[in-house]
């Protein structure tokens, strides 16, 4: 009998650690906080702070990449003074957060790390791209690698979109501010290696984005 219940309480034990565990799969901001939604629907707070926006789940739900504001910290930018705002990852849980970036001021726009938005992993979760002010006319992609922190510039643009498959897969489509070159200037969707390089046009508008989708994102 001894034997039956110990026996009884190990199998037990052995449930309880592979009863599965909730996962995240929906992320939002409430009232300046990051909520992480599980997949029973219930909803955790994450960070309390009340500074916090722009949260995305990693591809492979277990992290969560934010944008931390920094309204008592302001650089100056070609666009005027912005918040230095930080760019933080956290687990699913709300443990282990770090910082991954600092804004910054400088004056090469290339390395001006302000307004920060955006933030959108690559397919492999390895990388993180967002948006920085950079110019009076247009802003700055950049990224930074989630296990070491190294940040670097990757191209002007005002927006970013990372291609999470197909034939792209890992690409990015940015929309970036051209000029002609007798006079004038005009606004375009670029599809853009992540080292910065212009690979083809996309077009000017939603629709010419929503076109290359249907077509290559699959």
């Known amino acids: 009998m001894k034997h039956q219940t110990t026996l009884l309480g ?61 309204p008592h910290r302001m650089v100056d ?10 760019v933080w990852v956290t687990h699913i849980d709300g443990t282990a957060q770090r910082r991954l970036v600092e804004g910054a001021g400088a004056e090469d726009p290339k390395r001006t790390l302000a ?7 690559s397919p492999d979760g390895q990388t993180i791209y967002f948006t920085s002010a950079a110019w009076v006319t247009s802003g700055a992609i950049h990224s ?7 940040e670097r510039f990757v191209t002007d643009g005002n927006s970013l979109e990372v291609i999470p498959a197909g034939k ?13 070159l007798a006079s004038g ?26 076109e290359f989708r249907s077509l290559f994102v699959k």
């Open 10 to 70: 190990a199998v037990l034990l052995l449930a309880m650690c592979a009863a599965p565990h909730a996962d995240a799969t929906s992320v939002k901001v409430d009232g300046g906080n990051i909520i992480m939604i599980d997949d029973a629907g219930s909803a955790r707070p994450l960070t309390t702070g009340g500074l916090d926006s722009d949260p995305v789940l990693s591809p492979d739900h277990l992290s969560i990449v934010f944008v931390r504001r920094t």
């Open 168 to 180: 792209y897969r890992g690409d990015l489509i940015v929309n970036k501010h051209k000029y002609w």
């Open 144 to 150: 930074v690698e989630l296990s070491s922190g190294k």
């Open 115 to 121: 307004a920060l938005s955006s933030p959108s992993f």
């Open 77 to 86: 930018t070609a666009s005027g003074a912005q918040s230095a705002d930080e």
């Open 185 to 210: 200037s005009y606004d375009w969707y670029w599809l853009v290696s992540p080292a910065g390089k212009e690979i083809a046009p996309i077009g000017p508008d939603d629709e010419s984005v929503e």
